[in-house]
């Protein structure tokens, strides 16, 4: 879903392109040429490729041939409501705890 990060770029910037691809999409070199070719409209040396994480993982395989391209990636943090973190961890902790049992015999 590009909604939160299309948000974020027109509450930040004055201009910018967008591309959306589909969710889980597997780029191919159509995608990087396309993605090459709207870099080199517009025309402006100030201009960079903000992605998210998840799609840049899909990007590393065209490294090659997108590297002399600005790219940055978005970082998303994960944020706990009400003070879970604490009993997030607790939980994995114990989760783990369980398994270490089981896989032990104990």
Sequence with gaps: NPSPLK?????????????AFPDH???NIEDVREIRDQ??????PDAW???TAKDAVRLES???????LPIYVTDYRHQFLFDGEPVF???IDQYLSQ????IHGA
Excluded: V
């Design 7 to 19: 948000s974020w770029m027109e509450r930040e910037t004055s201009s910018y392109q967008f591309m």
């Design 25 to 27: 999409h597997l780029f």
């Design 39 to 44: 870099y080199r409209r517009l025309n402006n």
């Design 49 to 51: 490729i903000l992605t």
């Design 62 to 68: 065209f490294a090659l041939e997108m590297q002399d």
């Design 89 to 91: 961890y607790q939980r």
């Design 99 to 102: 398994q270490s049992n089981n």
